[in-house]
Nanobody, 127 residues
């Protein structure tokens, strides 16, 4: 059974930094993709950044490029968030899927591609 557990959310002032962590376990195959999504109140869930385990290729949505960095280390996936803005306030979810075809990338970050989801962690950025 695949499990994804997020940690690291919290309250931070604008311009500050946070690092989110996702502990991934249970993937049966060697290749998988993990992404970070977020959902603000009243808004749709959106893909923020993702990484493919086999190629280490990454993707980040335009609004976070240059500020957020995704990385992985063994079974951990991290989202380093710098220069945070109030509009980054949301519940952040770690999600993943197993990659059975090497041509499949973690992006585009369509919700339907991601089979496994964590419970989310709140990030609040005050102005």
């Amino acid at each position: 059974e695949v499990q994804l557990v997020e940690s690291g959310g919290g309250l931070v002032q604008a311009g500050g930094s946070l690092r989110l962590s996702c502990a991934a376990s249970g993937f049966m195959f060697g290749s998988y993709a993990v992404g970070w999504f977020r959902q603000a109140p009243g808004k749709e869930r959106e893909g923020v950044s993702c990484i493919s385990s086999s190629t280490d290729s990454t993707y980040s949505t335009d609004s976070v490029k240059g500020r957020f960095t995704i990385s992985k280390d063994k079974n951990m996936v991290y989202l380093q968030m710098n220069s945070l803005k109030p509009e980054d306030t949301a519940v952040y979810y770690c999600a993943g899927f197993e990659v059975l075809d090497s041509d499949v990338n973690c992006a585009p970050m369509s919700l339907w591609k991601y089979d496994y989801w964590g419970r989310g962690t709140q990030v609040t950025v005050s102005s």
